[in-house]
């Protein structure tokens, strides 16, 4: 029988390295493929997707198969950029990593991948997936708890899902590093990104500055009491404590954060040392994306994550006319954010998510 197609996407790291190995362990064609999504040098003048390049290379070189590059600066810049500067001067807090995901990895790439004769595309996500019987294709947790990914992939659709595989599924990250060194990959130390996705790791205050004009402006307490001048509303986000730089006075103990932002008035409100404030007992979500399930009409049930590196919380969706939801509570939740994402869970599976408003 002819061997089937994989296209891995290899962004020149341990886990797409590692994915990659794993395909042509089990019989697949593989072919990696390389995205160049931002074209600009970092502040030291280094490229790094020029390094992260080399590094494919010598990654497929190694597996013997064959690799090639594709730029989607255009998209990223369109699909991706443009909404995280949206929602900034919004006075909200974006998660660019999950628009990407929907926008780029399982869009255009996938779309480049299948015109290649791919019959699969592959990342290096840690999370699985089931190409169930009854059509649907079902997000599944990763073995790995703590590096389980699929917060980040909550808004890719059941077409985007189609002919996809995640080869790290049941791994977790000393194993995979393990696999890497034991093969002789080159990527087997690399540190991994972190940053903006695709953009990678900058001064993120001067960054943000070369595209959003600054508006710096008073420092409330929820008092009303001026305890000084923030730099610009996009600048910080819900629960913040490090670079809000409002002086200690003498004596006084505990942290200033941050707990409200009032765009209008152009005022940025924080509390010291009383965190009170930042809990609150719901939120409301909107644009929810089911993965696969099928909400009741009624209240239900179920468990949920407002930011990554958070534990499931037990929640009660109660949807709206408007593909929304309202989400209560079990306990109180600190900082949740406008503009991240909600995300729903069942014991294996996630279910889907949306925008936290």
Sequence with gaps: ???????????????????????????????????????ESEENGACTAESDFDDVRRVCSLLDIPYYSVNF????????????????????????????NREIKFGPFREYALGMGAD?????????????????????????????????????????LERVLFPLADLNKEEVRAIAEQNGLATAKKK??????????????????????????????????EVGE?????????GQRRGVNIGGKSGESGRWFVVKKDL?????????????????????????????YMPPSTPFLC???FRYRQGEQNVKVT?????????????????????QYAVFYDETRCLGGGVIL
């Excluded at 919004?90 to 999950?98: F, I, K, L, Q, Y």
């Excluded at 923030?230 to 819900?238: D, F």
């Design 120 to 160: 699969y595309i592959a990342t290096g996500h840690y999370c699985g997936i089931d190409h169930n019987a009854d059509g649907n294709h079902y997000l599944l947790k990763a073995a790995d708890a703590g590096k389980d990914q699929t917060y980040f992939l909550n808004q890719v659709t059941q077409p985007q």
């Design 264 to 292: 209008k008035n152009n005022i940025l409100y924080v509390s010291h040392g009383d965190e009170t404030p930042l809990y609150t007992n719901f939120c409301e979500v909107q644009n929810i994306n089911w993965i696969g």
């Design 230 to 238: 923030h730099v610009g509303l996009m600048h910080y986000t819900l």
């Design 319 to 339: 949807l709206d006319a408007h593909g929304g939801a309202h989400v209560d509570f079990a306990e109180p939740q600190r900082a949740v954010t406008p503009g």
């Design 73 to 100: 600066a255009k998209q990223y810049m369109d699909r991706v950029f443009k909404y995280f500067l949206a929602e900034y001067a919004a006075g909200r807090t974006p998660n660019p990593d999950v628009l990407c």
């Design 303 to 305: 468990r949920a994550k």
């Design 1 to 39: 029988m002819k061997k089937r197609t994989v296209v891995v996407g290899m962004s020149g790291g341990v886990d797409s390295s590692v994915a990659a190995l794993i395909l042509k362990r089990q019989g697949y064609n593989v072919i990696g493929l390389f995205m160049l999504n931002w074209e």
């Design 192 to 225: 991994d990104s972190t940053g903006i996705c695709f953009i990678g790791e900058r001064n993120f205050r001067k960054f943000l500055s070369q595209y959003l004009p600054a508006r710096p402006g008073k420092i409330l307490t929820l008092e009303g009491e």
